[in-house]
């Protein structure tokens, strides 16, 4: 009888532990929950749900009208060369911000001399204020007085209006944007690039790998999957949210050649008050949003090596 007793007071004992544990974690993750409700899911929903109302700001009343904001914006001329816009400008920028980033790691870490300050150099712009550095870049592109044009006009070239033309802006946006995204994206494949055991580049060595193209193609890229993955999404993400260097530097013109999808949100709910139809404008981009992190990870994350 005291063999039961004893060995039922410490089952006991270890429920009623694992249960205060279970409290306890509760406590814990509460506030990132309620956190997470008030500023993401409760927002979302709000979104999701006036996108099918006519809600405008300064209105008291507003009356659900059902799919009509999203028929009109399939006729939206707008809304389509907006969207357009962005497909264009994360074409470029991703890409080259991805590989402009890889290079200069691999170039970073072979040069011993000079390593901190070149990480610093190329980093700066991630830490720069875009709307503080919108003076520069005007002056960059500025067509009379801008560096960019003097250089062209030493070699016999007349330069564009590259932010005040339509067939220039965009392109003069995404140099922007890969300025931008490179030092970022290099922090993250040199953090991958950091993870990866010394051992590997010996083992490649001894199996024939003398070069180092060799040793990138078989050790260094293979190993990189992981990062790769989270830096095309990464890029991919903030390529499509571009909002500021349009705001600052060109307000979508001119005649909207720059116009991108975030702009043209602000445009309808804080400038024509139109918050429904911007409502059902965010639930679409939210939508492209979740649709190219679904294709990446099944597309991208079945090369992806793991270690």
């Not at 410490?10 to 956190?35: G, N």
């Not at 960059?140 to 960019?148: A, D, E, N, R």
């Not at 993870?195 to 083992?203: D, G, M, Q, S, T």
């Not at 008050?273 to 597309?299: C, D, H, K, N």
């Amino acid at each position: 009888m005291a063999s039961v007793i004893s060995v039922a007071v410490p089952r006991d004992s270890a429920v009623a532990h694992r249960r205060s544990e279970a409290r306890i974690a509760w406590m814990l993750v509460l506030p990132a929950i309620v956190l997470l409700f008030l500023f993401v899911l409760l927002p979302v929903t709000a979104v999701i749900l006036l996108g099918f109302t006519d809600f405008e700001l300064g209105y008291g009343k507003f009356r659900f009208i059902g799919f009509e904001n999203y028929a009109h914006l399939i006729t939206d001329r707008t809304f389509r060369k907006s969207l357009w816009n962005t497909t264009v400008y994360a074409a470029i920028v991703a890409p080259v911000s991805i590989l402009l980033g890889l290079g200069i790691v691999m170039l970073i870490e072979s040069e011993t001399a000079a390593r901190s300050f070149f990480r610093t150099a190329y980093f700066l712009p991630v830490a720069s204020l875009i709307v503080a550095m919108a003076t520069v870049w005007q002056y960059m592109f500025h067509p009379t007085i801008g560096p960019l044009n003097a250089l062209l006009a030493l070699v016999g070239l007349s330069g564009p209006n590259w932010l005040g033309s339509s067939g220039t802006v965009l392109y003069s946006l995404s140099i922007i944007g890969v300025w931008q995204s490179a030092g970022f994206n290099m922090v993250l494949f040199l953090a991958g690039l950091t993870a990866i055991p010394r051992e590997l580049y010996a083992a490649a060595e001894v199996d024939g790998a003398r070069s180092s193209l060799d040793r990138f193609l078989l050790v260094t890229w293979p190993m990189l999957g992981p990062t790769t993955l989270f830096v095309i999404t990464i890029s991919i993400t903030n390529a499509v949210k571009v909002f500021e260097t349009v705001k600052t530097l060109t307000e979508g013109g001119p005649n909207k050649a720059s116009e991108v999808l975030l702009f043209t949100i602000y445009q309808e709910g804080f400038v024509y008050l139109r918050v429904g139809y911007a409502s059902a404008m965010t639930v679409v981009f939210l939508l492209i949003l979740v649709v190219l992190m679904f294709l990446q990870y099944r597309v991208i994350d079945r090369r992806v090596h793991y270690t």
